[in-house]
């Protein structure tokens, strides 16, 4: 959610709706997701693989793994095995790294708006 003032002293609110699973997977059945905080966030996206980002802290990690259901909640995910490890990164908000099995990928916020 971005907020902000005017002169008038009245204050402007914008929402950014996020993309639920379903959708996702409706545009790429064979996407690797996942759900945190409410919003799906999707790997495998060229020009972030690109990115060098630095695995910050621990934020959560993977509690249900489910590839039929689209219906997500908060740590499900449809590949990524339950215990993968969920960190923030220090340059971006919009991007998390998940460790699992010895490797790393970067996940991507998908929203829209």
Avoid: H
Avoid at 31 to 49: H, L, P, R, S
Wanted: aromatic share 6%.
């Amino acid at each position: 959610m971005i907020s902000g003032c005017s002169n008038e002293g009245e204050v402007t609110t914008v929402t950014i709706d996020s993309i639920d699973a379903e959708e996702v997977l409706t545009l790429d059945s064979d996407a690797d997701i996942f759900q945190y905080d409410g919003v799906i966030y999707k790997t495998n996206i060229d020009w972030v693989e690109e990115l060098s980002l630095t695995k910050d802290v621990q934020i959560s990690e993977i509690k249900t793994k489910d590839n039929t259901n689209t219906d997500f909640k908060d740590e499900m995910s449809n590949k990524l095995p339950v215990g993968a490890k969920i960190f923030s990164t220090k340059e971006r908000g919009d991007i998390l790294i998940v460790e699992s099995e010895g490797k790393i990928k970067k996940y991507l916020a998908i929203v829209e708006g």
